[in-house]
């Protein structure tokens, strides 16, 4: 009798660029949630860190999952407070004596307070000389601070910078400055299939070739479980709506996508 196994597993090679599984929000569910993602064709997924409080458990995840998850290390704008000197030096020292995929993440953000705005725009600078000196890219947070990233930036213009603006929601004209710059992707998550975002119009005037999907678990999470909590299982909603913006399939962005993850992270 002949047996034809139906696999759950489909045929896509998925890259969750921006994940936080290791948070406190997976702890009664994280294996299953690994699971999930690999059942929807999840490939690979990066852990980009917030700050010294966050890092034992993404080391330990990735630990857990070598070769599937991938851990960056940086300091998080808005863990950037008085103490971020001794947060750059755990970073200063963990990109001396382990291995990462990126700087992250790392940025401005002036959405939640923007007291320590100088602060901010060193320790992004700082932590984008490491990045070059390691020739590691960046995983950039950007939030109501888009002129102000861009202009830290200026000085790193033309020197082999790379990474990736996660969590794009800008104008298509921001879009195309960062293009411009040289060595950026934009990370497009599940935002774009908010109606109200108006994202989906922008990333339809941006090359395929520009972009990187994430999810921004457990932030963000797509439609139609928007107000749930997010797990990177979801990036292929937002693969789908990608499909739907693009007009082609969802192998296709899924093909490009991972195209442009692995060429990023080297992974
Ligand atoms: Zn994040």
Redesign the pocket.
């Known amino acids: 009798m002949l047996h034809i196994r139906k696999s759950k597993i489909r045929n896509l090679k998925l890259i969750d660029t921006?994940s936080?599984i290791y948070s406190e929000d997976f702890d009664t569910d994280r294996a299953e949630t690994v699971q999930r993602a690999r059942e929807a064709g999840v490939e690979q997924i990066i852990l980009?860190n917030?700050d010294s409080s966050t890092l034992p458990q993404m080391l330990s995840l990735q630990a857990e999952y070598p070769g599937y998850c991938h851990a960056a290390i940086g300091l998080?704008p808005t863990s950037v407070k008085a103490d971020y000197e001794t947060e750059l030096s755990m970073v200063r020292a963990e990109l001396m004596f382990n291995k990462y995929v990126a700087v992250g993440?790392i940025g401005i953000d002036l959405y939640w307070d923007k007291t320590f705005l100088d602060q901010q725009i060193k320790a992004f600078q700082l932590q984008v000389e490491w990045a070059l000196e390691y020739n590691l890219p960046v995983?950039i947070?950007v939030r109501d601070s888009f002129n102000e990233t861009m202009n830290a930036l200026v000085p790193y213009k033309g020197r082999g910078l790379k990474g990736v603006f996660?969590?794009f929601t800008g104008t298509v004209d921001e879009a195309r400055e960062i293009i411009a710059f040289g060595g950026f992707y934009l990370g497009i998550n599940g935002i774009v299939t908010f109606k109200n975002s108006g994202l989906a119009a922008v990333v339809a005037d941006i090359d395929l070739k520009h972009i990187l999907l994430e999810t921004?678990s457990p932030?963000l999470t797509p439609a139609p479980h928007r107000g749930k909590r997010n797990e990177s299982a979801y990036v292929s909603l937002v693969c789908n709506k990608l499909a739907e913006v693009y007009n082609c399939t969802p192998a296709q962005i899924d093909e490009q996508t991972t195209f442009n993850a692995k060429s990023l992270f080297a992974i």
């Open positions: 921006h936080h980009p917030c998080h993440e995983i947070h996660h969590s921004d932030y």
